[in-house]
């Protein structure tokens, strides 16, 4: 079964800084990978995807990672601002699970000006 | 391009009552996704469905809870006989195909049961 685990669970940081978030899981036969914010009261904007034949992916002031074989994705966060701040959530898709997403608990952001 | 479109937003019913959840796709997808968000907890998978099938339900409790995307019109999540551990936010996403589109999700139904 598979589990996606997110590190921090929750991260407060000042105005500017660049910051990193972690997400692990532990069946690495996924197909993709996306990362989504959620903002409080609201739904998921998905930020990025990427394929299991991807290494990284850009948008941005946003560059999220991905390391099939180790099960392990990072988002990276540069100059961050304080409408950054939302619920950071990865989620993958098994290639034995269709569209099915699995999601992590998220990780809470918090940029102060 | 209207994105996914969910109503209502907000939703209260009392212990007992039904709850019907309407989820319209965006233009063009004809997959649908249900996810519960319970509070304090990560979104959970609940049923896929494409137009009048059901494709994937193994997340759906096994009573009282069903889903349906019918030719016509919007998805319906229905929950009877509603009780407190259903208070949660049902989120609804659309592709437009499988594995490797990119999921849109729409703004969520709060249920809160009293």
């Known amino acids: 079964k598979q589990e996606v685990t997110q590190i921090p669970a929750a991260l407060s940081v000042p105005e500017g800084e660049n910051l990193v978030l972690n997400c692990s899981f532990t069946d690495s036969a996924i197909y993709n990978l996306q990362w989504f914010r959620q903002d409080p009261g609201k739904g998921l904007t998905s930020l990025l995807l990427?394929?299991?034949?991807?290494r990284e992916q850009t948008s941005g002031r946003l560059n999220a990672s991905l390391d099939k074989s180790s099960g392990r994705s990072t988002l990276y966060i540069a100059a961050s601002q304080p409408g950054d701040s939302a619920t950071y959530l990865c989620a993958v898709v098994q290639e034995t699970s269709g569209s099915r997403l699995t999601f992590g608990e998220g990780t809470q952001l918090t940029v102060n000006p | 391009n209207a994105g996914v479109m969910q109503n209502p937003r907000h939703l209260v019913r009392r212990r007992g009552q039904e709850a019907r959840l309407r989820c319209s796709p965006m233009k063009g997808h004809s997959h649908v996704y249900w996810y519960r968000q319970l509070p304090e907890e990560g979104l959970k998978f609940m049923v896929y469905l494409q137009k009048e099938n059901i494709i994937d339900e193994s997340g759906m409790p096994k009573e009282r809870f069903s889903a349906e995307f019918p030719k016509e019109g919007p998805s319906i999540l229905r929950i009877q006989q509603v009780v407190r551990g259903d208070s949660a936010a049902y989120f609804c996403a659309s592709s437009t195909g499988t594995h490797g589109n990119t999921i849109y999700f729409g703004e969520g139904s709060w249920l809160t049961v009293v």
């Open positions: 990427i394929q299991s034949s991807q």
